[in-house]
């Protein structure tokens, strides 16, 4: 049975951060273009799980066995949500390192409507009237941009239903922020030594990974882990219809990097859709004010 969560002012808080956090990460991913999308999923992988058994151990935060031994069902799970996590990690690397910023964008944007689906009928919330105004204005604003794009991109469908997913996962499982990571990245640990082995790119020689070069790469640690911790921490704090439309303020952010500052494609009809989901916010703002026992 789905867990009943309360939205809380440090939940919020905590999602906020881990989204704009997020919404920077064009500026990051752009410096490592040279490099294979999946090479960068690899390392991003290793140097979190370096960063998070490092802590694991100084910390000794060992309950999570207990939970495995005790329900081993638990560890199947964490292994789906590593497997979704680290889909969405590649879909959006290779979006932003092949000039495809505003597909990333147009995925998270749909990404919210996603989550309230799953909001309702996993979790059974339900929306109150000026929430769904604001819901059906998003609506309308991704199926006009839809319909203005000739069809839904591959890139802009796997992001909102992998991390769709991957959030209903962290709500089920025991474990807390934390733990949770650390597991999914340790799952995720051989399968990326193994793809290195065969594959020909430039961290499959050891020397790559003593050299200079790699420090770039080893940033990817820390980029990943410190939004992702929050976000998983906000799961568990905010109320997932919330936590769902919060997500809005990632892509607004990618849009204007890819509008602004890497100058991709923008005319009228994108102002329009990029307008109708800032007035969606600002509806869901402010019903969030009024109703702030109620969130």
Not at 26 to 54: C, M, N, Q, S
Not at 96 to 101: L, N
Not at 238 to 246: K, R
Request: hydrophobic share 55%.
């Amino acid at each position: 049975m789905a867990k009943t969560v309360t939205t809380t002012p440090k939940g919020l808080l905590t999602a906020l951060s881990a989204f704009l956090i997020w919404g920077c990460f064009p500026l990051y991913f752009k410096e490592l273009t040279e490099y294979d999308a999946i090479e960068i999923i690899v390392h991003r992988v290793v140097w979190t799980f370096v960063v998070l058994l490092g802590i694991i151990v100084i910390t000794r935060r060992f309950s999570w066995i207990s939970q495995i031994k005790e329900q081993p069902k638990w560890l199947l799970l964490t292994f789906v949500a590593s497997i979704l996590i680290a889909t969405n990690w590649l879909v959006y690397v290779w979006a932003v390192t092949h000039d495809q910023v505003l597909e990333a964008s147009l995925g998270y944007f749909i990404h919210p409507l996603v989550g309230v689906l799953f909001s309702m009928l996993i979790f059974k919330e339900k929306l109150r009237p000026m929430q769904t105004i604001a819901v059906l204005l998003a609506l309308i604003a991704v199926g006009i941009q839809i319909v203005w794009m000739g069809g839904l991109p591959w890139v802009s469908m796997l992001l909102p239903l992998s991390w769709g997913f991957y959030g209903v996962i962290q709500r089920q499982t025991p474990f807390d922020a934390l733990d949770g990571l650390f597991l999914e990245t340790a799952l995720l640990v051989p399968v990326s030594l193994i793809w290195l082995q065969f594959a020909h790119v430039a961290s499959s020689s050891m020397a790559f990974w003593v050299s200079s070069e790699i420090w770039l790469l080893m940033l990817a640690g820390p980029v990943t882990l410190v939004p992702l911790l929050l976000y998983n921490m906000s799961t568990k704090l905010v109320q997932f219809n919330t936590l769902s439309f919060l997500n809005y303020l990632t892509p607004s952010l990618i849009f204007l990097f890819a509008v602004f500052y890497y100058h991709e494609p923008f005319n009228a009809k994108r102002l329009l859709v990029f307008s109708l989901i800032w007035v969606g916010l600002l509806i869901f703002s402010v019903d969030m004010f009024k109703n702030k026992k109620g969130v």
